[in-house]
């Protein structure tokens, strides 16, 4: 867990507790936490996914940190800058954005993966009326593609809101994903699917037309949701091909995303603030 003293407190001083005290009291209440977390997260990795479980053992992040907030919420920092990854009320912020799934999601046909056929929100081509109509869409899909794993935290109870066979999740930051295994209990994640019949994907690299024709063809998966969580390059430049990021958010999302910047990037400075952590 990062040192929270010092110059970086003025760049994070508002996600921090006023009181000094009380705030080092907060981290000594979770340090404990979040090192068992650690440890369960680890294991479920080697367990589940050996190889790229001995990579993170492996792994030792060069500027990016877990800090606990003044709601003893867990964020994540860079220590070099100051800049944190999501807003002060970071559980309350992801929530929020979890509850505004639709907003942030995008359909995609793996039938038709070798033409790499998205649809935008509108799925008349799968013989539905629009998506906001769907009655238990949830039930639609068989498969979810995330796009930004960040905290994780929030992963679980995406998934339980779906009846999934696959999940596909991209993090090609290895700093955020490290991070990751201190917030989320991937152990919960990693059981609640085999339980499932989930067949679990991670991938650190960002070759999404490959992986997806691959998906297809190695599974039995029809349809597809895309939800982006995080924001990079690569993840705008890819669901921009479904006009989603294209056209302008209505009342409704704005209200939803609250246009926090780790939610909509609309340019390249907003970019930055994800990049900092890499």
Sequence with gaps: MVNTRGKMLNYISEHLHSDEQKQKQLEADLASNLKSNFNRSINAFLKHIPTLGEQLKQFRPHSTSVFVNKYAQLNIV????????????????IANQIACWEQRSVAYDLSNASAMRMYDNDLNDLGIQHFAK???????????????????????????????????????????????????????IFDYCQAHNITIFIQTSTEFENDLKELASSTDGKHALIYQHLHTRDFDAFVRDTRFNMRALTEHEKQCAELEIWQPAANLKDWKRYDEHS
């Design 78 to 93: 860079n220590f070099t800058t100051g800049n944190v990854l999501y807003p002060v009320d970071c559980d309350r912020a």
């Design 134 to 188: 769907i009655k238990d869409k949830q039930h639609v899909f068989d498969t979810l593609i995330l796009l930004g794993i960040g905290s994780g935290k929030y992963i679980i109870d995406l998934i339980k809101a779906f009846q999934l066979k696959f999940l596909l999740m991209y993090e090609p930051n290895w700093q955020l994903l490290y991070c990751s295994l201190s917030i989320c209990d991937w152990r919960e």
